[in-house]
Antibody
Framework: QVQLQESGPGLVKPSETLSLTCTVSGGSVSRYYWSWLRQSPGKGLESIGFIYFTGNTNYSPSLKSRVTISIDTSKNQFSLKLTSVTAADTAIYYC?????????????WGQGIPVTVSS | EIVMTQSVATLSVSPGERATVSCRASRGVSINLAWYQQKPGQAPRLLIYDASTRATGIPARFSGSGSGTEFTLTISGLQPEDFALYYCQQYNEWPLYTFGQGTKLEIK
């Protein structure tokens, strides 16, 4: 059974960079796609982007200018960086697997990590 | 962007009854539609993909139907643990997938 666990700071100051890591156990990041999503009361569930083990990435058009997703196959982890954050980036951030059953189907999720943007 | 609409925000149903959750796509998505269940403080859990295929370990009381723009999630014989939030998601335009706003299934 694949398990994912998000980690990182729960509080980020405005204009700074949000950095999160997802650690994968019970499976290898050297297969499938690895996604980041977020959920906020105002915007619901929103895709941020994903990475393939080769390093190929795809980002949401609305966040593309501020997002970087990277992968470390040696640590079985992948990471999210979101720059120049504002209060609008306050949300629960999830990592998830994509593509194990079909491209776009998210079958394993981390428990989520709440992130607040505030000074 | 395809907009997914779950027009019923809250659905009140009695335990043991059948619940029907609806989802509409702003344009056709074929059968590239998934349903997720989310309980308070938990991540979404995949229930159904390809509109009608149950994910591993999902009980048979959960079923999905539809294609194109109209989709339905049916839960037969509601159990106490089924009262939760339900989201639909289209992945026809992967990697640009989108979710509905969710339907809360509450005890009547």
């Amino acid at each position: 059974q694949v398990q994912l666990q998000e980690s990182g700071p729960g509080l980020v100051k405005p204009s700074e960079t949000l950095s999160l890591t997802c650690t994968v156990s019970g499976g290898s990041v050297s297969r499938y796609y690895w996604s980041w999503l977020r959920q906020s009361p105002g915007k619901g569930l929103e895709s941020i982007g994903f990475i393939y083990f080769t390093g190929n990435t795809n980002y949401s058009p609305s966040l593309k200018s501020r997002v970087t997703i990277s992968i470390d196959t040696s640590k079985n982890q992948f990471s999210l960086k979101l720059t120049s954050v504002t209060a609008a980036d306050t949300a629960i951030y999830y990592c998830a697997t994509d593509g194990r059953v079909a491209a776009g189907v998210l079958d394993y999720w981390g428990q989520g990590i709440p992130v607040t943007v505030s000074s | 962007e395809i907009v997914m609409t779950q027009s019923v925000a809250t659905l009140s149903v009695s335990p043991g009854e059948r619940a029907t959750v609806s989802c509409r796509a702003s344009r056709g998505v074929s059968i590239n539609l998934a349903w997720y269940q989310q309980k308070p403080g938990q991540a979404p859990r995949l229930l159904i993909y390809d509109a009608s295929t149950r994910a591993t370990g999902i009980p048979a009381r959960f079923s999905g139907s539809g294609s194109g723009t109209e989709f339905t999630l049916t839960i037969s014989g509601l159990q106490p643990e089924d009262f939760a939030l339900y989201y639909c998601q289209q992945y026809n335009e992967w990697p640009l997938y989108t979710f509905g706003q969710g339907t809360k299934l509450e005890i009547k």
